[in-house]
């Protein structure tokens, strides 16, 4: 802090009163710093935006979202519904005019959900294979967590191909969901059902109107099958 003081005295030696003056000189900015961000920064399917901040002293802010500056106060509160990335600067100044360097957040907002399909199956996506195990290659529009279950029974995590082993002779039910990273479930789940028949038919001729030698030209046969499923 500075004073100044002054007072006058006149011809016949009196003295008046004092005339005084005190200052402060700041010439250091403030300095601010964030408190609780929501959502985090980075990539985001939120779209509800608060942003705390603080300083040093005194200070009036300027906020600026994508370019956009107005004075503000903590917490910042906005709606983002735009996907892509955004940026939030904040900006102090103190009393005495002194700019603080500018804070930045900065969001990529992703609220589009992923698609998944299922891709080739092996050994075939029909409703019936002969084997124990199956292999099935699923497809996704972007990078998404996978998780699966057969029959009711959890898969957890799952990646592509998905290799299903010790398949029992039975119905089977396959789901598969996704979800991406910021939280963006798919628009769709994958269900597949199929039957694993590891048991050949039995084939049996029941009768034949000519058998042995014989000097016909035509014959009848009557046979028939029966499988474990049918």
């Known amino acids: ?16 009163s004092s005339a005084d003056y005190t200052w402060s000189i700041d010439l250091t900015a403030p300095q601010i710093r964030l408190g609780n961000v929501v959502p985090a920064q980075g990539l985001t399917n939120g779209q509800n935006i608060s942003v705390e901040f603080l300083s040093s002293e005194i200070t009036s802010y300027s906020c600026s979202l994508d370019g956009a500056a107005a004075p503000c106060a903590s917490p910042f509160v906005t709606v983002i519904s735009t996907e892509g990335s955004h940026s939030l600067a904040i900006q102090g100044t103190d009393v005495a005019g002194n700019l603080s360097n500018p804070l930045s957040v900065a969001w990529t907002m992703d609220f589009t959900p992923p698609t998944i399909s299922f891709g080739i199956m092996i050994p075939s ?5 002969n084997s124990s195990t199956m292999t099935i290659n699923l497809n996704a ?5 996978l998780t699966g279950t057969l029959d009711g029974i959890s898969l957890g995590t799952v990646v592509s191909p998905l290799v299903l082993t010790g398949l029992t002779e039975d119905e089977h039910f396959v789901v598969i969901k996704g979800t991406e990273d910021v939280g963006n479930p798919a628009t769709n789940l994958l269900m597949h059902a199929f039957r694993t028949d590891l048991t050949p038919p039995t084939v049996a001729i029941d009768s034949i109107a000519v058998s042995g030698i014989t000097n016909q030209n035509s014959n009848t046969i009557n046979f ?7």
């Open 1 to 16: 802090a500075h004073s100044f003081s002054v007072r006058g005295t006149d011809a016949a030696g009196n003295t008046g």
């Open 125 to 129: 996506a029909a409703s019936f294979i």
């Open 141 to 145: 529009s972007e990078d998404v967590i």
């Open 224 to 230: 028939s099958a029966s499988d474990n499923f049918q």
